[in-house]
């Protein structure tokens, strides 16, 4: 069974940090995606990385606050968000597709976590 947990969640102050992990289980995805939903808005693209190698892509509205990076030795992703705003309050997301290449498209993704809200106060 394909399983795909967010953790980390929680509230924090404008200006700090936060981070999320993607725990994966049940299959090897060729890349994995982080996307993000406030009440009333699209899912929105947040960041990828692909595991075969190469950077990760953001963003425009996170690229240098966050980075997202892969921890092998537990089937991790994780989200480090940095210099948070309260626009960066949401429901966050992992999502994971088998090919390498990094998609901005959430129709491209086909197995999903269930999400975990980040609450940042002003």
């Known amino acids: 069974q394909v399983q795909l947990v967010e953790s980390g969640g929680g509230e924090v102050q404008t200006g700090g940090s936060r981070r999320l992990s993607c725990t994966i289980s049940?299959?090897?995805?060729?890349?994995l995606g982080w996307f993000r939903q406030a009440p009333g808005q699209e899912r929105q693209f947040v960041g990828g990385?692909?595991?075969?190698?190469?950077?990760?892509v953001y963003g425009d509205s996170v690229k240098g606050r966050f980075t997202i990076y892969i921890d092998n030795a537990d089937n991790t992703v994780h989200l480090q968000m940095n210099s948070l705003k309260p626009d960066d309050t949401a429901i966050y997301y992992c999502?994971?597709?088998?090919?390498?290449?990094?998609?901005?498209?959430?129709?491209?993704?086909?197995?999903w976590g269930q999400g975990t809200q980040v609450t940042v106060s002003s």
């Open positions: 999502a994971g597709r088998s090919a390498t290449v990094i998609s901005r498209a959430k129709s491209q993704y086909r197995s």
């Open positions: 049940g299959r090897t995805f060729g890349s």
């Open positions: 990385i692909s595991f075969a190698g190469g950077s990760p």
